[in-house]
């Protein structure tokens, strides 16, 4: 087994020459505007030029604004595993799963998603954890606290925001940002397409956190001290007393909840990137680097090896 680590880490050279890159390593998520880039180039591929760029840019400066405390109504985010980072993660792997769906999908069916639910669906992965902003008059909190709230908050957050957009008759979708809550069931008699486009937020927003590059040191170092802020972490008797534990956990985590919910709930929406990338999936491959070298690590006891020093993203002008 201490081969098969040595072998991991040697695939994995330290430190990472793209850090802060997406799996495909072509677009840095600490820039807004390569962002918008690559979502747009997408979004027109399949969509045309019509499909509401204006609105793209304006979603992504203000989410730019919030997270750095200049957006009206919210403080600047304190949260250092749910950054800007991650949201922009979410709404270019959104983009990604959406232009697979639509291939895949006739025209005529009732889950096709057209260039205007293909933008609301965007909009709505980037925004997805806007609840955990703090807002005006919430400063004694830390972000983190919002947690187990934070879901319905960025529903009411997205709401008002839809409702002075272009999409304002699509505003009380915003109710769809609840299919990130693992807790939350999408109701049976939901619409064909709204399920459609929860199962590829809620896929979106597992699989851009767990194939990030930095993942494994985010959970030690960003996700425990989130988890510790509501009660979940720091202390015997909680699930996850230490970071050791939090990482010991997380390989059955993801191959028995994660994966369930993305097989069953998400009716394996995770197929639409294989048809995005007209093959192998970038996503799923970062994954499996990142669980097989956690658990090489594990079975030698030694995490000392996960190396990588993440970088918090609040502002892209940092």
Known sequence: MMARLNDLVCTLPLPAPKLH???TQTVDLQDADAVLMAIDAIMRDRFGDGYGLPLLQQGIADLALAFRGDYPGLLRCDTHYHDLRHAFDSGLAMARLIR???LATPREAAEHIDGEHALLGVLLALFHDIGL???AGEAHLQGAQLTPTHEARGVEFMRDYLSRTSLAHLAGEAELIMVTCLAWHMPPDAPLL???IASLLGTADIMSQLADRAYLEKCRDFLFIE???F???????????NPKILLEKTPGFYTGLLRHRMQVEYDGAERFFRIHFGGECPYGASIKRNLDYLNAALAVNDLSVLRRVPKTIIDTKQ
């Open 21 to 23: 890159s997406d799996p």
């Open 100 to 102: 697979g769906q639509a």
């Open 133 to 135: 902003l703090r807002r």
């Open 194 to 196: 709204d399920r459609a």
């Open 227 to 229: 988890f510790r802020a």
């Open 231 to 241: 009660g979940l972490a720091g202390a015997s008797g909680l699930p996850y007393p």
